[in-house]
T-cell receptor, first 111, second 112 residues
Framework: DAKTTQPNSMESNEEEPVHLPCNHSTISGTDYIHWYRQLPSQGPEYVIHGLTSNVNNRMASLAIAEDRKSSTLILHRATLRDAAVYYCILNSGAGSYQLTFGKGTKLSVIP | KAGVTQTPRYLIKTRGQQVTLSCSPISGHRSVSWYQQTPGQGLQFLFEYFSETQRNKGNFPGRFSGRQFSNSRSEMNVSTLELGDSALYLC???????????FGPGTRLTVT
């Protein structure tokens, strides 16, 4: 399985943008990049996914490098509710639900 | 729309016993996946069911099994419980052909 590398932890001030990086140098041409987050004492929550182009939704933006070997999840204005572990996951496509979670990045938001 | 529900939320069992956990997916979702989360191993995929058939299986011993019913509800069973089976068991459901998985709150299993 293609693997991802994320920093163990990051900090952000409330109401400031947050850029969460993910390296995936062995990504294959058919791998989608998914982001999930897990708030304390909850199950993971889908955030966003993309293949080649940058993607935006109501929760976040996903910026994908041109060579697809890295990507960045962007939270435009961090709130206390965004404090969570963020997981960057490669998955082979729609209808494929065998996710391989790494250790993720623990994001702390400072009021 | 109601989210994924899992019952029970908490469970304490003794080594050697067996346990059955239940998951009700979001209405219309036909794929149900199960994951185990422990502090040491993190989140690990157990298996996925679609239309009552196991479609994918992770690297877990045969003591871990599951099934899916015609209404897409799913159960997982762990037999001959070991202390190492203490974990949060998460269920996720998906609508056919989409990317997103929707997770339930999990069942916290403690084996003593």
């Amino acid at each position: 399985d293609a693997k991802t590398t994320q920093p163990n932890s990051m900090e952000s001030n409330e109401e400031e943008p947050v850029h969460l990086p993910c390296n995936h140098s062995t990504i294959s041409g058919t791998d989608y990049i998914h982001w999930y987050r897990q708030l304390p004492s909850q199950g993971p929550e889908y955030v966003i996914h993309g293949l080649t182009s940058n993607v935006n939704n109501r929760m976040a933006s996903l910026a994908i490098a041109e060579d697809r070997k890295s990507s960045t999840l962007i939270l435009h204005r961090a709130t206390l509710r965004d404090a969570a572990v963020y997981y960057c996951i490669l998955n082979s496509g729609a209808g494929s639900y065998q996710l391989t979670f790494g250790k993720g990045t623990k994001l702390s938001v400072i009021p | 729309k109601a989210g994924v529900t899992q019952t029970p939320r908490y469970l304490i069992k003794t080594r050697g016993q067996q346990v059955t956990l239940s998951c009700s997916p979001i209405s219309g979702h036909r794929s149900v996946s199960w994951y185990q989360q422990t502090p040491g191993q993190g989140l690990q995929f157990l298996f996925e069911y679609f239309s009552e058939t196991q479609r994918n299986k992770g690297n877990f011993p045969g003591r871990f099994s599951g099934r899916q019913f015609s209404n897409s509800r799913s159960e997982m069973n762990v037999s001959t419980l070991e202390l190492g089976d203490s974990a949060l068991y998460l269920c996720a459901s998906s609508f056919p052909g989409t990317h997103e998985q929707y997770f339930g709150p999990g069942t916290r299993l403690t084996v003593t």
